[in-house]
């Protein structure tokens, strides 16, 4: 499970991920990593003490519902261990929002095929 500090859930900082992080693509996901800039903290600025930030996109081009829903729980189980581990060691960094896309062939992979086209997609991005 992908523990409530770890979640990205606004809206904003989904599309700033999407649109100014980088991508890399597998079979199955296409993972988005920005690093967020910050000017200040307090009020009004999620705080980067938790860790990093994790959101999922899974569209219906992926399958019905419940397809959708195995592919959520499978990509925030594969988020939660990436995130306990730190990639490879120190790679992912509090600061850093990551977004999780979901392809149509997510929908035939084992949570295994998920969670090693996800850690290949960020050692490409951040190593």
Do not use: W
Not at 45 to 61: I, Q, W
Not at 69 to 76: D, E, F, G, T
Request: without cysteine; positive net charge; proline residues 6%.
């Amino acid at each position: 499970m992908l523990p409530p500090e770890h979640r990205l859930r606004s809206t904003s900082l989904f599309g700033e991920t999407v649109r100014r992080g980088r991508k890399k693509g597998s079979r199955t996901a296409v993972v988005y990593v920005y690093e967020r800039q910050y000017e200040g903290t307090g009020a009004g600025y999620p705080a980067t003490v938790g860790g990093p930030r994790v959101g999922l996109v899974v569209s219906k081009a992926v399958g019905n519902a419940v397809t959708r829903h195995a592919v959520s729980r499978k990509l925030r189980h594969t988020a939660g261990r990436i995130i306990a581990d730190g990639v490879p060691a120190g790679l992912l960094r509090p600061e850093h929002s990551v977004v999780l896309r979901a392809l149509p062939a997510a929908a035939d992979a084992t949570s295994g095929e998920l969670e090693r086209d996800v850690r290949h997609a960020l050692r490409r991005l951040l190593g």
